[in-house]
């Protein structure tokens, strides 16, 4: 499909025009120039809604209020400000990042678009933001909000996870952009996408594009932008057993290259579907921890949902009696005090805190 010039400048001056009068969307990171804030705002976007990312931006600019604070900082304490955003290789490459350019860099932020790109956990879209937001360099944002309101308004069906879409609407994204003030411009078509041309309600009636979108006319606007292939989602179940003893609960590390890494949990057996308490317990790697069956109880179950999997965890509980030792390895006994200074997946610490009294209760018991 042809777009011409004049389509282009028109979709960009009322763009423009609409985010100098009418966007009223306000958030901290908004008009700042600082690269270190305007990174990390970004990273946290990555993949989250900007009402959730909100109170992490703010607690990490509190607690690290510059790129060498993060830097210093215990890895254990940034996790546990990440705690409950998820997608936790952002966090690992986050730190990564930081200890480049403070120890490596002097503490210099890059200043190219290239030079950004060069970072861990920094792809095209965020090397694009920081360049145009702090430097004001001519580089368009190609993000999925971009991506909705551009399908929609200049009717593209290609869809946008294959080569020639990526390629297309970068092209166009960059062809639209007010090089002028790409800051302006940038923010100008996220916020559009976030507040107006939302993915399953776009407000078509108060949109000062109705008059010239595409979809809009055609109706098509629940049809695009187009993907080409389904997500595929798997589901895994995690059987986690808390060995509590002396008030504290048996924690270890996941270390392998897995969801959640670095993060914290109780013992668990992962099987490939769900056991009961019976089934539980006739597992070999349940048998080589040596603890008498009747000692294990049934808490209950929890479910997260990731991207690309759906992770059902049910909860059991082992009181061990203080005498008696275990075979567990490459993990700590820790008190309710030392568990929170550590991250742990969201399905574990919703758990922990919602049966924090039935816990203790139990613990107490166990006690006796
Ligand atoms: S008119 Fe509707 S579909 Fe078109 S850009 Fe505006 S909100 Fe999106």
Redesign the pocket.
Known sequence: MEITNKQKELFSSLLIDWHSVDNKRSLPWKNEKDPYRIWLSEILLQQTRALQALSYYLNFIDAYPTISDLANAQDDDVFRLWQGLGYYNRCKNMLQTARYIANELNGNFPNTYIDLLLLKGIGPYTAAAIASFAYNLPHAVVDGNVYR?LA??FGIDIPIDTGEGKKLFADLANGLLNKENPANYNQAIMD?GAT??LPAN???TA?F??NN?I??KQDS?SLLPVKSKKTKVRTRFFHYILFVKEEKIWIQKRTEKDIWQNLHEPYLIEHNQPLSLTELQIQETFKTINIPAEELNYLGASKQKLSHQIIEARFFLAKINKEKSINLINGSWLTQSEQKKIAFPKTVFSFLQNNFILLFFLIVNCLI
């Open positions: 309101v929609r308004y559009l107006v041309c776009a407000q078509c949109c594009l109705a979108c979809a809009s606007i």
